[in-house]
């Protein structure tokens, strides 16, 4: 039976891994297909389907997009987005310098609790890829200010912590409806992480086509509470690692897969929304 880890970030976003090792890692992991999940960026889409081609894994277009409400930051993935898109690349260029001016506001509100990190040091971390919070956490570690990266986040800079800035002004209908002018298939990523269930029919109304059911961040029984929301509202169940290369600690690749039929769902969703723009 073919498995897919449909959710992988490589160095042009947040993790630690190039193409090569992502496919490397791929291929180790006896996985028949992965997806190219990186923040507000579609820039290690082809290299990784270059690489894939020669060692027989399929990479999935896709991107993870970042929107906000008042009280809770979504994460949306999209799959199987046309990156050709040139107004496509144009917003995601406009959404990465953004990321950039947030890190300078970060920079000041950490400089009230002491804490000095040198913004150029982050941009330095992030290197080619778009710049993000888990840059900004592996600084202040260097710093010694911080135990550990969930000490950083708990107390600086996650959702709606003291020195949190957000970097878009994308609505959660905004996300959805991009993702879909762009092709691709709206899937609300690890939704617990959210932690706000009530908004989820919301985001359907909007056009949300599916769930990350499984996920690394996911118990058993939260996987299956999801399970059934997603019966209920004819959702895809998707599921990925959300694999960083080492940028959390381990290698997450492979850890959640899903059968390779749920790539097939998502092909003929983006089949329906592409005919149908």
């Known amino acids: 039976m073919k498995y897919a880890d449909l959710h992988v970030h490589t160095f042009y976003s947040d993790s630690t891994f190039s193409p090569e090792e992502v496919i490397s890692c791929a291929k180790e992991m006896n996985l028949a297909a992965i ?29 993870e997009m970042t929107a906000e409400r008042i ?65 900004m956490a592996q600084v202040i570690l260097d710093t010694g200010k911080a135990r550990n990266m969930k000490q950083v986040f708990d107390k600086y800079i996650g959702f709606a912590k003291p020195c949190y800035v957000a970097y878009t002004k994308f609505s959660p209908k905004e996300a959805i409806e991009t993702i879909l002018k762009a092709g691709g298939v709206p899937v609300l990523a690890h939704p617990n992480l959210m932690g706000r269930d009530e908004y989820i029919e919301e985001f359907i109304n909007y056009g949300l086509r599916g769930l990350e059911v499984y996920h690394t961040d ?60």
């Open 35 to 63: 997806a190219i999940c990186d923040h507000d960026s579609i820039d290690g889409i082809e290299p990784c389907q270059k690489l894939g081609l020669e060692a027989g894994i399929e990479v999935i277009p896709a991107i």
């Open 71 to 135: 009280d809770a930051e979504v994460h949306l993935l999209g799959y199987f987005v046309e990156s050709e898109e040139a107004w496509f690349r144009e917003k995601l260029k406009e959404i990465q310098r953004s990321r950039i001016d947030r890190i300078y506001k970060m920079v000041d509100k950490l400089k009230e609790f002491d804490i000095d990190v040198d913004p150029e040091a982050v941009l330095k971390k992030a290197g080619k890829g778009t710049v993000g919070r888990l840059h």
């Open 218 to 277: 996911h118990k058993p029984h939260v996987s299956r509470r999801y399970e059934l929301l997603a019966k209920d509202h004819d959702l895809i169940m998707t599921g990925g690692s959300d694999c960083h290369g080492m940028g959390k600690g381990r290698i997450l690749m492979g850890g959640v897969r899903v059968p390779y039929d749920v790539v097939e769902k998502l092909k003929e969703e983006a089949k329906i929304i592409k005919k149908n723009r």
